[in-house]
């Protein structure tokens, strides 16, 4: 039964607890963030590349985003800022 009344067990969960207990011991903590997220995020212009995807990432997105086009974009450029980030941080390792 679905109910309007606060879960009061819900409300007391804390996030990190959940994890470790998912997961089963220490969960990666995120890093200090140095982004190096460009200026145009998201880019204003769009260029058609007639890009090909397989059918089945093509239908995800169609299934869980509206504006399915949009959210491929920003998942392959979230993929170039993060190949940028490791590849800063390469560099400045062997520095």
């Not at 997105?61 to 940028?84: G, P, S, Y």
Request: charged letters at 30%; glycine letters at 6%.
């Amino acid at each position: 039964m679905i109910s309007d009344d606060p879960d009061e067990d819900a409300d007391a969960l804390d996030d990190d607890t959940l994890l470790e207990g998912y997961f089963g011991g220490d969960t990666p903590k995120p890093e200090a963030e140095t982004s190096v997220e460009p200026q145009d995020w998201p880019p204003t212009k769009v260029r058609d590349a007639g890009l090909s995807a397989d059918s089945e990432t093509v239908a995800w997105f169609k299934t869980n985003h509206a504006d399915w086009r949009h959210q491929m974009r920003c998942a392959l450029r979230a993929w170039v800022v993060a190949r940028t980030q490791e590849q800063v941080d390469a560099a400045q390792a062997n520095g």
